[in-house]
């Protein structure tokens, strides 16, 4: 639930609310008992049916060290550990494939994501992909994402990878910062940083996006806009400019109890960063793909973050990935022994599962047209059958007043300082909708 809106307030942008959800939008949903989950997955895979849009996460949960600022880290990267691993994340994807619901329609985007999954050899990078490519049916013009980071992505990973049809790179830089970049544990300097990425544009072979976080400790406004400048000046395909999200309890948090770290950014002092970053790259002539991500040329396309966030199923696999399939949401085993151990016996791990809200697809649609600086109320009121704009209108007023938005007939458009509070936004009329 987001902070309550001040709706006294002249100076939006830093104090319309005292707190920021950190994940994205979404509605409350209700949980699926363990035992119930394989039937469940069985009867949602036992047809050839299913969202014309699909799409496969990969996870791959190892990372060389953890990196002070990450909530995702789960397992130290163990050669032994990892061969094991992909073993059974092949023995998972050739169980999963076999399902009538895998071949109703051909899937638009794989996504390999971490954890680290460039920590991995070569060998086994080639043999995921091409893994996925024959057991699934994938589209022409699939996007077939690596996710990864520089430290240790060696030129033979590189043509292993695209050898095997990775036509997409998505690589954590967060900051071209050396100083900063060691002290939050980012292993390789900003010389090392830039030769990578200059390798892998010359090469010319795949779409390169770089992620660039804004708020963390040390970083000035001025280091901020160097990363930015450095970003721009490489020429590659795409960026996501993120936030910094301070995990409670975790090693950023402590670090700069005990003193170690400078503090990171405060929230009003990140309003100022992420107005500076969307000036930067809007004057670079960079189009907007969400409110995050940024794109110089249309080889960047991000079909599956935008996927993922709008109508379509996604095929987890691999220990600590998640989907929704049809009305639910499966989550495969988090914990790596139990995960294999499923695996050895021949069962799909799943762990977790969630069933689709009332009205779900409504707040899809809301989340989904929010992280694009809109939300056409009068559109989705006449397809879901709904009078949003009566619904909702005390909120939208208030929205109004404090100039978070603007309104054209039935649709809200996000002011600047709306774009920054975006995902309360969205929960705020998620959460409207859901008390009925
Ligand atoms: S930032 Fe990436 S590499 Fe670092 S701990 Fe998180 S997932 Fe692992």
């Excluded at 070569?122 to 430290?151: H, M, Q, W």
Aim: net charge positive; hydrophobic share 40%.
């Amino acid at each position: 639930m987001p902070a309550p809106l001040n709706n006294k307030t002249d100076d939006p942008l830093h104090d319309a609310f005292d707190s920021k959800i950190a994940v994205h939008a979404m509605p409350r949903g209700e949980s699926i008992r363990p035992d119930e989950l394989p039937a469940l997955w069985a009867g949602v895979t036992a047809a050839e049916d299913g969202l014309p849009i699909r799409t496969i996460y990969v996870h791959i949960p190892f990372c060389e060290n953890h990196c002070v600022f990450c909530g995702f880290y789960r397992n130290a990267y163990r050669s032994d550990l990892a061969k094991q691993y992909v073993a059974a994340l092949i023995q998972e994807m050739e169980l999963t494939a076999r399902a009538p619901f895998m071949s109703a329609h051909p899937f638009h985007a794989v996504y390999f994501g971490g954890g680290t999954p460039t920590a991995l050899p070569a060998e086994s990078l080639t043999g995921l992909v091409s893994t996925v490519k024959t057991l699934f049916p994938l589209s022409n013009d699939c996007e077939i994402t690596l996710e990864g980071r520089i430290y240790n992505l060696t030129k033979k990973k590189i043509e292993g990878a695209l050898s095997a049809g990775i036509n997409r790179f998505s690589l954590g830089v967060q900051t071209f910062d050396t100083r900063i970049r060691k002290r939050l544990g980012r292993r390789d300097p900003r010389e090392k940083v830039i030769e990578t990425l200059t390798y892998l544009r010359d090469l010319g072979k795949a779409a390169v996006i770089i992620d660039l976080i804004y708020g963390l400790p040390g970083q000035s406004l001025e280091i901020w806009e160097d990363d930015i400048k450095a970003f721009l000046s490489l020429e590659l395909d795409g960026c996501d400019l993120y936030q910094l999200n301070v995990f409670r309890g975790g090693p950023l948090e402590k670090s700069v109890a005990k003193g170690s770290l400078p503090r990171p950014a405060t929230l009003k002092e990140q309003a100022d960063y992420y107005v500076r970053g969307v000036e930067r790259m809007e004057a670079a002539h960079y189009r907007r793909l969400s409110l995050a991500h940024w794109a110089r040329i249309s080889r960047e396309r991000s079909l599956y973050n935008l996927f993922s966030r709008g109508r379509s199923d996604c095929v987890p696999l691999g220990s600590g990935a998640g989907g929704w399939l049809k009305n639910y949401f499966f989550f495969v085993e988090g914990d790596l022994k139990e995960y294999l151990r499923a695996i050895k016996a021949g069962k799909k791990p799943l762990s977790f599962g969630m069933r689709r809200a009332q009205r779900d697809f409504l707040f899809r649609d809301i989340s989904y047209q929010m992280e694009l600086g809109y939300c056409d109320l009068e559109a989705l009121s006449k397809r879901h059958d709904l009078d949003l704009l009566t619904i909702l209108r005390p909120i939208i007023s208030q929205w109004e007043k404090v100039r978070l938005i603007k309104r054209t007939d039935g649709c809200l458009y996000l002011t600047r300082p709306g774009e920054f509070w975006s995902v309360n936004l969205a929960q705020m009329l998620i959460d409207r909708l859901q008390e009925g």
